[in-house]
């Protein structure tokens, strides 16, 4: 095989890639109750869990394909259910970015193609206010954050994604 012919082949694979050929196709707990991430290729990957893990919850894939993103939960000293404390974002094949929550991550959302997510935050029981943050998923930066109530028609448009 001759340099042009590695080249145009080394060109081809790399379109594939690009062209979404090894986006995540989805992302789901396996029986040890760590992330498992499928790519549209067939490829599987298991992600090691956080420290203290008892599971995952609320999966997405970014409108980008090749971003993923669940909550990472666990156990609840005060009750039988488990409680989302981590945001985990998945790209390349690696972890990318982790927020931790002071008290719990009740949803969250990719915003603006997956450079920023958004969340919403707060006790485990009861709260007067919905307490929201923007962040740069790049940096970890904190964009925009907003109290208030998700069911207000009014409220940021970042916060459309959203769930009390």
Known sequence: MGR???LLVFVALSSMTMLGQDAVQRVYADEKNQARVVYKSGKTTTVAG??????????????????????ALYADPDS???FAGTLVLWRGGKVIRRFEADQTFWSWAFY??????????????????????????KTGRLV????GDLDDPN??????????
């Not at 925009?144 to 109290?147: C, E, G, P, T, Y």
């Open 4 to 6: 042009v012919s590695i």
């Open 50 to 71: 956080e420290r203290g893990q008892v599971g995952i919850d609320e999966t997405e894939i970014a409108e980008d394909g090749e971003t993923a993103g669940w909550l």
């Open 80 to 82: 039988a259910s488990p």
């Open 112 to 137: 603006g193609h997956a450079g920023q997510v958004a969340y919403h935050v707060g006790p485990t029981h009861g709260e007067a206010t919905s307490h929201c943050e923007l962040h740069d998923v």
């Open 144 to 147: 925009a954050s907003w109290d």
């Open 155 to 164: 409220r940021p448009a970042w916060t459309r994604g959203l769930e009390h």
